[in-house]
């Protein structure tokens, strides 16, 4: 115990907790931890100093200054940020519509190409060689009723359009 009290008396000790403090600007915490002392005791030593009030008010300024800082970059980080999603957003707006546009078309599709994808509900009239709506598929007007033209697919050596 008188090993404690000699060491914390010690005017080595005191003159390294200023030094600490007010010259190379540790906290307190920081001192207790380099020093292994308690943290009253290093807060007396402080407080003591005539430099005390002085420097805390310097630390209390360079702390506003630091949170001012760090708010402005908080600040342009949060701008940039929305500004990328901003631009995100924008472009996949272009793409719903430039996707809309292409699935929405008003052109009509050729009779051929319609066929082609609907085979199946159309018969082979060998006749007049043109590919007739199933008479129990009920269509709208703009679906082709007879396709004329077509080759009966197993006659690959002709000219003419294959469905």
Same mark, same amino acid.
């Given at each position: 115990?008188?090993?404690?009290? #000699?060491?914390?008396? %010690?005017?080595?000790?005191?003159?390294?907790?200023?030094?600490?403090?007010?010259?190379? #600007?540790?906290?307190?915490?920081?001192?207790?931890?380099?020093?292994?002392?308690?943290?009253?005791?290093?807060?007396?030593?402080? !407080?003591?100093? %005539?430099?005390?009030?002085?420097?805390?008010?310097?630390?209390?300024? @360079?702390?506003?200054?630091?949170?001012?800082?760090?708010?402005?970059?908080?600040? !342009?980080?949060?701008?940039?940020?929305?500004?990328?999603?901003?631009?995100?957003?924008?472009?996949?707006?272009?793409?719903?519509?430039?996707?809309?546009?292409?699935?929405?078309?008003?052109?009509?599709? %050729?009779?051929?190409?319609?066929?082609?994808?609907?085979?199946?509900?159309? @018969?082979? @009239?060998?006749?007049?060689?043109?590919?007739?709506?199933?008479?129990?598929?009920?269509?709208?007007?703009?679906?082709?009723?007879?396709? %004329?033209?077509?080759?009966?697919?197993?006659?690959?050596?002709?000219?003419?359009?294959?469905?």
């Amino acid at each position: 115990m008188r090993k404690i009290e #000699h060491k914390l008396d %010690s005017r080595g000790t005191k003159d390294k907790i200023i030094e600490l403090f007010f010259e190379k #600007h540790l906290r307190p915490t920081e001192i207790a931890k380099r020093l292994k002392i308690g943290m009253p005791y290093i807060t007396k030593i402080i !407080q003591k100093d %005539s430099r005390y009030i002085q420097e805390k008010e310097a630390r209390k300024q @360079d702390n506003k200054e630091k949170q001012k800082t760090q708010k402005r970059i908080y600040a !342009q980080n949060k701008r940039e940020k929305e500004k990328q999603e901003k631009q995100a957003y924008q472009m996949l707006l272009i793409q719903i519509n430039n996707d809309n546009k292409f699935l929405s078309t008003k052109r009509k599709a %050729s009779d051929i190409k319609y066929t082609k994808c609907n085979r199946s509900a159309y @018969d082979y @009239d060998k006749n007049t060689s043109d590919l007739v709506l199933k008479d129990e598929i009920n269509a709208g007007y703009n679906v082709a009723k007879r396709v %004329s033209n077509i080759v009966n697919p197993d006659m690959i050596k002709s000219n003419k359009i294959y469905v």
